[in-house]
């Protein structure tokens, strides 16, 4: 057991960060599948329910300006196969 903690220890850090959007779909999945978990009386409380989170909004998708959807026609004009 501690030989798996050890090489457990020496593996790089894998956490990537995640917006305050993303955070928000994960709880809800969690809790929708705790939520599951309760009504087939696996759980009798959904922790999930209690966390509070910073509000998330999906971030604002950016427009191109004709210069970029030119610039990208005339890209795939040239790779195409």
């Known amino acids: ?14 956490r990537r ?8 779909r994960i709880r809800a999945t ?8 309760i009504s087939n009386q696996m759980l009798t409380f959904n922790p999930a329910s209690h966390v509070e989170l910073a509000p998330g ?12 959807v030119g610039q990208f ?3 795939a004009e040239r790779d195409r196969p």
């Open 1 to 14: 057991m501690a030989a798996e903690r050890a090489k457990l220890a020496a593996m790089p850090s894998y």
């Open 30 to 37: 969690l809790r929708s599948a705790l939520n599951s978990a």
């Open 57 to 68: 909004k999906r971030p604002k998708a950016l427009l191109w300006t004709p210069e970029q």
């Open 17 to 24: 960060v995640t917006g305050a959007a993303t955070q928000q």
């Open 73 to 75: 026609l005339d890209h």
